[in-house]
């Protein structure tokens, strides 16, 4: 049965009472949901979830427990959990969910409603909103959510962005790449590894000058939270960085600033793509990819022809999946080729990344 000290409250008014099943206290931030059936713990520790409160749409969350493993950054980025029916089983061994969260100060409530939770936010958009665990009376609840911030406008990356770090690949490596960390996925970092590149990590503000120092045969642009729009002093950096010839990949946030760079506006959307069932036209081959997908903002198509070609379109809504740049390695895609979670049709992506940098590396001397 549902608690009546407990509930979610959107903030155009609307309550979908619910069940406290961790910590007792009150969450704020944009309401946002996925329809991933598995990998919770990937999503919740993914930097792109930051300042949000994550609805999962498969019924019951934490049926196997966490492990440090499989965690994208090194805490939970969300603000709160909601879902049908929350567990903190622990199989093996592993840690239960309810209680790795409790751990983390974050709420969570089930009992909820999600079908009628995420009807209304595809109808209305998403929106700020405030998970109440601890009784806190609605008219106060409302007042906290008035007073944060929309998430348009907003750059998050200075909050999840990590100190420079360095990857190893098995010897010899066949390249050196550099990621810019606007809130990168771990399994990123791994999986360019594992295609044989020595990846050096550095902060959202490196300079052009610091991506240099990293002597790059590629450069990727990461995931991360926020409005692109909002992040001026990032896309004169990338434009920068497109006056070397390196290779230049995009993902997801890392897209949209390319894009950007290269001219083209963004928006938000109304209630954006975040899941791992994401049906995607590689426009070249006709090829469907079904991707893992996590984003609030999308890439406006360019007026006319130009330089710019569209590669990737999404089969839901005709939004940009991706863009390269004619004549140049440089090319983006909105999805998330890494597939943490999710499938893998678009995995080899960045084995192809690294493959265009070991070719750098070949022609440059530099391996």
């Given amino acids: 049965m549902t608690d009546p000290a407990a509930y979610v409250l959107l903030e155009d008014g609307t309550v979908f009472p619910g069940r406290r099943a961790s910590r007792a206290g009150v969450a704020l931030g944009e309401v946002v949901f996925t329809t991933g059936m598995t990998g919770y713990q990937e999503s919740l520790t993914d930097p792109s979830f930051a300042e949000q409160v994550l609805v999962f749409t498969a019924p019951m969350i934490g049926n196997y427990g966490v492990e440090a493993e499989v965690a994208e950054s090194d805490h939970v980025q969300v603000r709160a959990m909601v879902c049908v029916e929350a567990r903190n089983a622990t199989p093996n061994g592993r840690q239960g969910l309810l209680d790795w969260l409790d751990d983390a100060s974050v709420p969570v409530i089930d009992r909820i409603d999600t079908r009628a939770l995420v009807t209304h936010l595809r109808e209305r958009g998403s929106m700020r909103g405030a998970i109440v665990t601890d009784g806190t009376p609605v008219a106060v609840a409302s007042a906290r959510i008035a007073a944060i911030p929309a998430m348009s406008g907003l750059d998050l990356t200075a909050q999840v962005s990590r100190p420079r770090r360095e990857l190893f690949a098995p010897p010899p490596p066949r390249a050196r790449v550099t990621v810019v960390d606007y809130g990168t996925k771990d399994s990123i970092v791994r999986l360019l590894a594992e295609a044989g590149a020595h990846v050096t990590v550095v902060p959202h503000d490196a300079t052009a000058a610091d991506v240099a120092g990293t002597d790059p045969d590629g450069i990727l642009l990461a995931n991360g939270p926020g409005d692109p729009g909002a992040m001026d002093d990032h896309v004169a950096r990338i434009r920068t960085l497109l006056a070397q010839d390196a290779p230049l990949f995009g993902i997801c946030l890392g897209h949209q600033l390319l894009a950007r760079a290269l001219g083209l506006e963004t928006f938000k959307l109304r209630f954006g793509h975040r899941g791992a069932n994401h049906p995607v036209l590689e426009r070249e081959t006709g090829r469907v990819l079904v991707t893992s997908?996590?984003?609030?903002?999308?890439v406006a198509p360019p007026d006319g022809d130009?330089?710019?070609?569209?590669?990737?379109?999404?089969?839901?809504?005709?939004?940009?999946?991706?863009?390269?740049?004619?004549?140049?390695e440089v090319w983006s895609m909105q999805f998330h080729p890494e597939a943490s979670p999710g499938?893998?049709?678009?995995r080899g992506a960045l084995v192809a990344f690294v493959n265009a940098a070991a070719a750098h590396a070949t022609s440059r001397g530099a391996i």
Avoid at 343 to 346: E, R
Wanted: aromatic share 6%; proline share 3%.
């Fill in 293 to 298: 997908q996590n984003h609030g903002f999308a």
């Fill in 306 to 328: 130009g330089d710019v070609v569209i590669t990737h379109e999404s089969l839901y809504d005709r939004t940009v999946e991706g863009l390269r740049l004619a004549g140049r």
């Fill in 343 to 346: 499938p893998h049709d678009a």
